[in-house]
């Protein structure tokens, strides 16, 4: 069973430069989250998807940009990449409000 | 404004030695505290989700308890492969501008156990 699957694993990016994340769940999950996970400040959630097409954000979108085109992907984007962005960057879903969100392995980003 | 707290930060403790942690909430209407614990380098695990005061869950060596203000994970004569960062998440009533289904994180104990 793969569950949530993120790519890539990691990436190093210049000041702003560009890139998507691509996270997809084979789980048949309604919610989808982005979440990015710095020392000392827990996980915060970015953006999250109640459904496909449907976007909304969370705690820190600034300088984020999230699509769900299709039920099972959910991808994040950064425009201009700026080094507060540096990183551990998490995906998950949940089918519902109630239960547990399963989580990605995670991508590691740092912008220079 | 939802919170949780998570103590200690760090714990050490021996192969053996029994101990708990603590996760401390205060939420507008509490629809769930979850347990989930986090290698280095990996995503988080799920572990246990406890909906109402009293209600306790069980895994192996670990037990997740839950009172009205704070949920308890113990750990029951641990082994090395019990060392990991354990996080307390809670989801709540409150309204967050449209993020209801909002999971709060704790910062997590980063627990590590020698043989």
């Known amino acids: 069973n793969a569950g949530v699957t993120q790519t890539p694993k990691f990436r190093v990016l210049k000041t702003g430069q560009s890139m998507t994340l691509l996270c997809a769940q084979d789980?048949?999950?309604?919610?989808m989250y982005w979440y990015r996970q710095d020392p000392g400040m827990g996980l915060r959630l970015i953006h999250y998807s109640v459904g496909e097409g449907t976007t909304a954000k969370g705690e820190v979108p600034d300088g984020y940009n999230v699509s769900r085109l299709k039920k099972q992907n959910f991808l994040l984007g950064l425009e201009s990449a700026a080094p507060s962005q540096t990183s551990v960057y998490f995906c998950?879903?949940?089918?519902?409000?109630?239960?547990?969100?399963?989580f990605g392995q995670g991508t590691r980003l740092t912008v220079v | 404004e939802d919170q949780v707290t998570q103590s200690p930060e760090a714990l050490r403790l021996q192969e053996g030695e029994s101990s708990s942690l603590n996760c401390s909430y205060t939420?507008?209407?509490?629809?769930?505290l979850f347990w989930y614990r986090q290698d280095p380098g990996k995503g988080p695990e799920f572990l246990f989700t406890l909906y109402s005061a009293g209600e306790e869950k069980e895994k192996e060596r670990l037990k997740a308890t839950l009172t009205k203000k704070e949920s308890f994970l113990h750990i029951t004569a641990p082994k090395p492969e019990d060392s990991a960062t354990y996080l307390c998440a809670v989801r709540s009533n409150m309204n967050y501008g449209g993020a209801t289904n909002k999971l709060i994180f704790g910062t997590g104990t980063l627990l590590a156990v020698q043989p």
């Open positions: 998950a879903s949940s089918m519902g409000t109630r239960g547990q969100a399963f």
């Open positions: 789980m048949n999950h309604e919610y």
């Open positions: 939420v507008s209407g509490l629809r769930g």
